[in-house]
């Protein structure tokens, strides 16, 4: 994993974590790595990846089995997708529209690209 200076590794872990279960890697009641392993396979410190777990429990997205280890919540999925969903719509969504406002792209143009992109 490459780690970017923008925001913490916690974070990131987390990110990457949910872009494995909204992807499929990791199915709903599914176990997950341990932190050992996951750190680990990171190269990085078991508390970083601790952290991360923390996050994604207490977001409940992920949920913990005393002795037995974590697991993907059954709505986990649909969690995530709402949450990127509602993020992507206060912040980046804004910004694009400007930016194609200032530089003259027509939606039109983008919803063409959008088909293409989905083709």
């Keep these: 994993m490459d780690f970017k200076d923008t925001k913490p590794i916690y974070l990131q872990i987390a990110d990457s974590i949910c872009n494995d279960i909204i992807t499929g890697r990791y199915k709903a009641n599914e176990r997950i790595p341990s932190v050992r392993e996951y750190a680990s396979n990171l190269e990085v410190n078991a508390n970083t990846v601790a952290r991360s777990y923390d996050y994604l429990q207490q977001s409940e ?59």
Excluded: C
């Excluded at 709505?75 to 990127?84: D, F, G, M, V, Y």
């Design 61 to 119: 997205i992920i949920y913990n089995k005393r002795g037995i280890g974590y697991f993907v919540a059954d709505t986990a999925a649909e969690k995530i997708r709402s949450i990127r969903k509602a993020d992507f719509m206060k912040t980046q969504l804004p910004e694009f529209f400007h930016e194609i406002d200032m530089i003259g792209i027509s939606i039109d143009e983008v919803v063409e690209l959008w088909r293409k992109f989905k083709e």
